[in-house]
Each structure stands twice: as C-alpha cells, then as structure tokens.
C-alpha cells in the first residue's frame, strides 16, 4: 500500500523564523503520534533553517517551493539545489501552477528543474493541472498527457518511484472551488494509467499521485478515500496548525 503524502506549501507567508517556529510548535505535539502518513513542509526560503531546526526531533522533513537547475553561478535571486541538500532539505516542490502562470515555467524548464533535484537526491513534489477553459473545452486529459511527456521526459522508472505526481486542477487552486472527489479520482486513475504505459504496471502501483486544490478539513476525507488519491499538497488550510492537523488525519489509512 502506497504511504499517504501531505505536504504543506506556505507560498509566500509564514517567512519570519519567529512565525515558522510559532506555528510548528503549537503544530509538532499534534502529530506526534502521526505514523501512517509523510508529513512535508515547505516554508519560504527565510524559514528553512528555523525550521529545520524546530522538526529536528520529529518525522516531520522539510521542503522548499522551488530551485534552479544550475548549482551555482550569475543567476541573481535563484537557489541551487546543492544548497538546499546541504542544508538538510530533503523535498523540491517543482511545476507549481503559480511557477508556471506567473513565472511562465515551462515544461522544459521543469523537466530541467526535475533532473538536477534528482541529482541532488532530493525528492521532487512535481505538480501538474489543467485550466479552467481547457477543462471546459474537454481537453483535460490531452492537457494533462502533453505535460507529462514533456515533464518527465528522460526520467527512468527507478527516478519516477521517487517522485510525488501533485494533481492540481488549476481552477481550483486558491479559488475555494474544488474538484469533487470524483473529478480528483479520475484524473489520478489516468495519471497512473500514463505512468503504466509509459513504464510499467509495478512502477504505475509505486509511485504515489497526491492531489492540490484547495484541500480543507472539510473535504479531505472524502478525496482521500479514493484509491488513487495519495495524500495531498495544502496550500491556505496549512498555515494554521489545527486544520493541517485535521487534513493529515484524514489522510490516515
């Protein structure tokens, strides 16, 4: 059975190391007896380190929101994977939808940021979704196969176990609108039906598909009954302690 997965993106708030260490340990009690489920958090690049520090005794491992796919050299405001490894990161939350529409990332440059986080052997949260209009035209899963194929492009089976698959509807992402779990289940059945084509059925089985739009306390439970659905990536109902903690439970099997 597939390991749950939530991980809790903090985008560009709680950036203060008094604000991280304020929420995590009113948050690290909560879950302390949390076995059954990987528990990720991924604070703005200012909160890293307090934030490694304030999980260090705990099952709770730490993440940042994105890097560059070059170690080191004249690329003013990025972060190398390298530094994020030797500081004690051990997750890269990658291909975010708001990377991709207000950045303008691309695929490739994705698939770039993908081999270097591999190499660095940090585990890559890589995010994929369709807009509104194209899931309205019905072009959904043509969406969602495209990116793939570019996304993932050269990354060998052995890779693709490692890597979390985020599923975020990009209409549901900080709109409070959320597929139903119906909707969520039958992208994931075809993300995993691409992985076994692409691959193989055992790796298809392996890799765990977790799902980001606007995850509540309220729906997590009935998302993650579903039997694809591997956990999730929290965005607003992270940056409070209780309705994270509510979220993971709900992700207990």
């Known amino acids: 059975m597939r390991k749950p997965i939530i991980g809790a993106n903090w985008k560009m708030h709680k950036g203060t190391p008094s604000e991280a260490e304020e929420m995590l340990v009113e948050f690290i009690p909560m879950v302390k007896d949390i076995k059954n ?19 260090k005794n705990t099952t709770i491992k730490v993440g ?9 050299g ?3 405001g990025e972060i190398s994977p390298s530094f994020l490894k030797k500081i004690g990161c051990q997750y ?3 291909g975010h ?3 991709r529409n207000i ?13 270097k986080a591999l190499d660095n052997n940090l585990i890559p949260i890589v995010c994929i979704g369709e807009h509104l209009e194209e899931r309205e035209k019905g072009n959904t899963k043509n969406v969602i196969k495209n990116q793939f194929n570019l996304t993932f492009d050269g990354i060998r089976k052995e890779q693709l176990k490692k890597i979390i698959i985020a599923y975020e509807p990009i209409w549901a992402i900080g709109t409070g609108r959320t597929a139903t779990p119906e909707q969520a289940e ?5 993300i995993r039906k691409i992985v076994e084509d692409e691959y193989d059925k055992d790796t298809a089985e392996q890799v765990r598909i977790q799902y980001g739009g ?22 607003g109902a992270s940056l409070q302690a209780e309705s994270l903690y509510q979220i993971i439970k709900a992700a207990e099997k």
């Open 64 to 72: 940042a929101q994105n890097m560059y796919y070059e170690e080191k």
């Open 103 to 115: 950045f303008n990332e691309t695929d490739e440059l994705i698939n770039k940021k993908l081999k």
């Open 214 to 235: 606007s995850i509540k306390p309220s729906n997590a439970k009935e998302l993650f009954n579903k039997v694809n659905i591997d956990g999730g990536l929290v965005g």
């Open 97 to 99: 939808s708001e990377r």
């Open 92 to 94: 890269v939350i990658l």
């Open 74 to 76: 004249a690329f003013t």
């Open 37 to 55: 489920v990987d528990i990720v958090i991924a604070p703005p690049y200012t909160a890293i380190l307090k934030t490694l520090d304030t999980v």
């Open 186 to 190: 039958e992208i994931h059945v075809f």
